[in-house]
T-cell receptor
Framework: EAQVTQNPRYLITVTGKKLTVTCSQN?????MSWYRQDPGLGLRQIYY???????DKGDVPEGYKVSRKEKRNFPLILESPSPNQTSLYFC???????????FGSGTRLTVV | QKEVEQNSGPLSVPEGAIASLNCTYS??????FFWYRQYSGKSPELIMS????GDKEDGRFTAQLNKASQYVSLLIRDSQPSDSATYLC????????FGTGTRLQVFP
């Protein structure tokens, strides 16, 4: 089944404790992206990647890192999480920028 | 001015009616337009994409694009309670920008 797999689905952590949210797609998509979704603010892009070893900042990149060492994987790293990073995170992939995204199931992160 | 604007709703329609969802965008250079459906607690799901002026139909869904007026709409015919969800409009400029969504409620 074609899908984007994110893990974990739920995560509660403490301020400053490094964490990684994994994302993997099995569709051989070139384009991958991370979004956060907050009430009233909608989906905001954190980082995106157009191909292996090519990443760029989205609208809200502060406090996040990403890497794209393999085509299928695009992990999101929070080096020192803070409470304002409490949010619902989605990984998404597409064949190209002009195609629609396939979204992962989401990761609900709470930073206390 | 927001780059992609949608009425937050809720838009309430009776079962069997036509639901009309609207979206306006600010960048005249936008080339690709998408509608996503998001059920509460779930991830967005792509339901329609449209790239040129006019109508595009897929089952009960019709997307309409008017680049001159900078709006894109989604019509849902024969609305069902299972269509109750938030509908997100997304517009591709140099990046994909999402609206904040319109909540649709279809009541029996």
């Amino acid at each position: 089944e074609a899908q984007v797999t994110q893990n974990p689905r739920y995560l509660i952590t403490v301020t400053g404790k490094k964490l990684t949210v994994t994302c993997s797609q099995n569709m051989n998509h070139e384009y991958m992206s991370w979004y956060r979704q907050d009430p009233g603010l909608g989906l905001r892009q954190i980082y995106y990647s157009m191909n292996v070893e090519v990443t760029d900042k989205g609208d809200v990149p502060e406090g996040y890192k990403v890497s794209r060492k393999e085509k299928r994987n695009f992990p999101l790293i929070l080096e020192s999480p803070s409470p304002n990073q409490t949010s619902l995170y989605f990984c998404a992939s597409s064949l190209s920028r002009a195609h629609g995204y396939t979204f992962g199931s989401g990761t609900r992160l709470t930073v206390v | 001015q927001k780059e992609v604007e949608q009425n937050s709703g809720p838009l309430s329609v009776p079962e069997g009616a036509i639901a009309s969802l609207n979206c306006t965008y600010s960048d005249r250079g936008s080339q690709s337009f998408f509608w996503y459906r998001q059920y509460s607690g779930k991830s967005p799901e792509l339901i329609m994409s449209i790239y040129s002026n006019g109508d595009k139909e897929d089952g009960r869904f019709t997307a309409q694009l008017n680049k001159a007026s900078q709006y894109v709409s989604l019509l849902i015919r024969d609305s069902q309670p299972s269509d109750s969800a938030t509908y997100l409009c997304a517009v591709l400029t140099d990046k994909l920008i999402f609206g904040t969504g319109t909540r649709l409620q279809v009541f029996p």
